[in-house]
């Protein structure tokens, strides 16, 4: 049961991840080094992060100014950039970077290549920490939390709910604590990759460090820092995919953050999560209002699978038995809810189809809604919503499209973010559908506005 992780295909990019868990798995696990890699003596003399930030800073010293505040990242950026391994496949390199001062002193590390940890390091929240101060309730508190973490029959610790939580709440925001480019897993060998993750988890501050070594390893098992370390991160991580501007797309990231690690799984969570790649932030919102004594929980997998899959997958890759609400209810309604997802996968195919022979319409998103809220998809409804605003414009009713496009926006800003591609699409929808490529769509490929189509004029 090796190589857990968050498996986020249900937002969208449902082919998107490159590493299934399996792929991982294969490589976690099993025995690992026993070397603690120490100081790599480069403290204090980290490379910059992003080039033109290093002409900046080089320009200045020859000026003798002192570096201007809001220019570049602060210099210098890592306090380690070691140890390295070569890869044994190709040409790339693979070290530790980590930044002690990260996010106000909390800290962070990476596992990657220089240039890419170089291109993660150009994100604001390494040069703007206000940008991240309020995230990171966990190991400095400066405000109450809403939950209290308990012991949960059969699920090891869990996070139960104090206090009633809002449908839309941010329940928690963590900064990333271990970011490991998944080409590590692929280019190394295990005794090197986990040698890193050690380093890395080592060169976080002392209480960060502490909360990481804390977390759970699913079973009790012995084992050898190394291996614990790797155990630990098998169990914890998400996957998160690269972002836009990334030039490696192929490969994604593997990442734990102490706090949001310690959520269980649910197939019908009243949580969902979205990362931004700017403030290195994973975010959780509540789904539904959630009532003091809940458990706060996400889903480990896509929701949208039969009953069946979903214990399945969960099995494998978890090594856990779903014991959820939806998992353990009586056959008749499993069945029910089994027909409702099949019937889901059925529409979306069809409301995915642009082609003229596509049967698409609005009723048919209508009744996709419905079948979100018959099956509590409470962290997906945004995607029927974007659905209904796509086949009402597409017919030509653009003020059913806009109350439609709003929803979408309303709803993904809390599961998928402010700058997802579909929310901030449905927020330009929102404010003029006739300039949308799906207005009037559906209309004009069956014969043109206003004109019969030739099908319904053969048929007569
Ligand atoms: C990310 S951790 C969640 C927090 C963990 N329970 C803890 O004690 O820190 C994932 C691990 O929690 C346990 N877990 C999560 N959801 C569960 C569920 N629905 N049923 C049983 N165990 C679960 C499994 O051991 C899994 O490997």
Redesign the pocket.
């Known amino acids: 049961h090796e190589g ?1 992780h968050h498996d986020h295909d249900h937002h969208r990019h449902h082919d998107a991840p490159s590493h299934d868990s399996l792929a991982h798995a294969e490589i976690c696990g099993g025995s690992g080094g026993s070397i603690i890699p120490g100081s790599d003596g480069l403290c204090g003399h980290g490379i910059a992060g992003a080039g033109e930030a290093q002409k900046v800073i080089v320009s200045d010293a020859e000026s003798q100014k002192p570096p201007p505040q809001d220019d570049g990242p602060r210099y210098p950026l890592w306090t380690h950039t070691k140890p390295c391994f070569n890869s044994t496949k190709s040409e790339l390199e693979i070290c530790v970077f980590a930044d002690e001062k990260f996010a106000n002193g909390r800290g962070a590390s990476f596992v990657m290549t220089e240039r890419r940890a170089a291109h993660v390091a150009k994100a604001p929240a390494f040069k703007d920490p206000e940008l991240v101060k309020h995230t990171n309730q966990d190991i400095h508190r400066t405000a109450p939390a809403k939950y209290d973490m308990k012991e ?1 029959p ?5 996070l139960i709910a104090k206090q009633h939580i809002r449908r839309g709440d941010l329940i928690m925001a963590n900064t990333v604590s271990l970011m490991i480019d998944y080409r590590a897993f692929e280019e190394l060998p295990k005794e090197h990759y986990t040698q890193l993750q050690a380093a890395a988890v080592d060169y976080l501050p002392e209480a960060h460090r502490e909360a990481i070594l804390a ?2 390893t ?1 079973d009790d098992t012995d084992r050898t820092y190394i291996q614990r370390v790797d155990k630990i991160a098998a ?2 991580a998400f996957d998160i995919e690269p972002d836009e501007d990334d030039e490696v797309q192929d490969y994604g990231f593997y990442v734990v953050f102490p706090e949001i ?6 197939c019908r969570p009243n949580a969902d999560y979205y990362y931004d790649h700017e403030t290195l932030t994973q975010y959780i919102h509540a789904v539904r209002d959630v009532f003091p004594g809940e458990e706060l ?1 996400l889903s ?1 997998i896509n929701p949208i699978m039969k009953r069946k899959a979903r214990v399945r997958k ?1 099995q494998r890759i ?7 609400p939806l998992c353990t209810q009586e056959q008749p309604r499993v069945e029910a809810s089994d027909l409702r997802i099949r019937q889901i996968k059925e529409l979306s195919n069809e409301l995915d189809d642009w082609e003229p022979q596509s049967r698409a319409n609005p009723a048919m998103a209508e009744l996709m809604i419905s079948l979100y809220e018959q099956e509590k998809l409470w962290g997906s409804l945004h995607e029927a919503y974007v659905s209904a605003a796509l086949e009402y414009n597409a017919a030509g009713e653009p003020w059913t499209a806009i109350k439609y496009a709003r929803l979408a926006v309303e709803r993904g800003m809390q599961v998928v973010g402010p700058k997802d591609a579909d929310v901030l699409e449905m927020a330009k929808m929102a404010e003029d559908p006739w300039a949308h490529w799906s207005w009037m769509k559906r209309i004009k490929v069956r014969g043109g506005w206003g004109k019969r189509s030739k099908e319904t004029e053969d048929d007569e």
Do not use: P, V
């Open positions: 857990q949960i059969g699920k090891g610790m869990g977390l759970s699913h169990t914890n690690a310690r959520m269980n799984h649910d929980t480990y969960l978890w090594g856990f038995e779903c014991a959820c």
